[in-house]
């Protein structure tokens, strides 16, 4: 059973597999924080210096009774919280995540395309006077014996 394992787990494609998750991990983390430093300060600024990270609504108050200014004292009172700002900033994570997948499984499938779609020389050519088909190199046709033109 180790060694089914083992060969299970050296194949190409499991290997290739984990490579892609590493990857994939990196570049979620990567997207997140573009969402959280880049994208979402400018809109919140622009609809009134909203931080989305700290926008939620209190379901159950805490030990200590609010207002709270921050979401992580909310959580530090052990209020019951709904994260609509953390669940926006993940939507757009994943928006953006999404969308950057497509690209490039776009551009694979392009090359691909590219790929088998390359013609093949013709190994064949009609003869003028006949319409056989006749090898591209011939210089007399074989069913009607005309000379062909080079």
Known sequence: ?????????????????AV???VGAAFGTIVKSLVDDIIMPPIGLLLGNVD????FVVIKAGKIIGPYATLAA???AGAVTLNIGVFLN??????????????????INLLKRKEAVAPAMPTT????????????KASRCPHCTSELKA
């Open 90 to 107: 993940t939507i757009i994570s994943f928006s953006i995540i999404a969308f950057s997948v497509f690209l490039i499984i776009k551009q």
């Open 125 to 136: 050519k009609d003869c003028p006077y006949c319409l056989s088909a006749i090898p591209i």
């Open 52 to 55: 989305f990270s700290n926008l």
């Open 20 to 22: 892609g998750i590493i």
């Open 1 to 17: 059973m180790l060694k089914e394992f083992k060969d299970f787990a050296m194949r190409g494609n499991v290997i290739d597999m």
């Open 74 to 76: 909310a959580k530090a």
